[in-house]
């Protein structure tokens, strides 16, 4: 069993940047497959990143690519999101979730969710 907490949503302006982190309890967080994704209100929750169990696989989605950049620390059980020249369409609740296995952009495949965090991007 693996409970994910996300932190670091925020307010920010266009442009600006936020880091999300996610935080993972139990001893097995070295030996899951991360992503992130988020969900617009009215929309369907969308894959963002992912990354292997080493961190030496990443994925994103072609809407991110080049602005936000996964990454893990297995030794401090966390995930991170850094969010550079955020645009106000990347408004939305985002989730980390886990999976034994590959990282996958298929969010039916995650075993375990965290509750999501707000980012807000003003025009």
């Known amino acids: 069993q693996v409970q994910l907490v996300e932190s670091g949503g925020g307010l920010v302006q266009a442009g600006g940047s936020l880091r999300l982190s996610c935080a993972a309890s139990?001893?097995?967080?070295?030996?899951?497959?991360m992503g992130w994704f988020r969900q617009a209100p009215g929309k369907e929750r969308e894959f963002v990143a992912a990354?292997?169990?080493?961190?030496?696989?990443?994925d994103y989605a072609d809407s991110v690519k080049g602005r936000f950049t996964i990454s893990r620390d297995n030794a401090k059980n966390t995930m991170y999101l850094q969010m550079n020249s955020l645009k106000p369409e990347d408004t939305a609740v985002y989730y980390c979730?886990?999976?034994?296995?590959?990282?996958?952009?298929?969010?039916?495949?995650?075993?375990?969710w965290g509750q999501g965090t707000q980012v807000t991007v003003s025009s």
């Open positions: 979730a886990g999976k034994r296995g590959a990282n996958t952009r298929s969010r039916h495949l995650y075993d375990y």
């Open positions: 139990g001893r097995t967080f070295s030996t899951y497959a």
């Open positions: 990354i292997s169990w080493s961190g030496g696989n990443t």
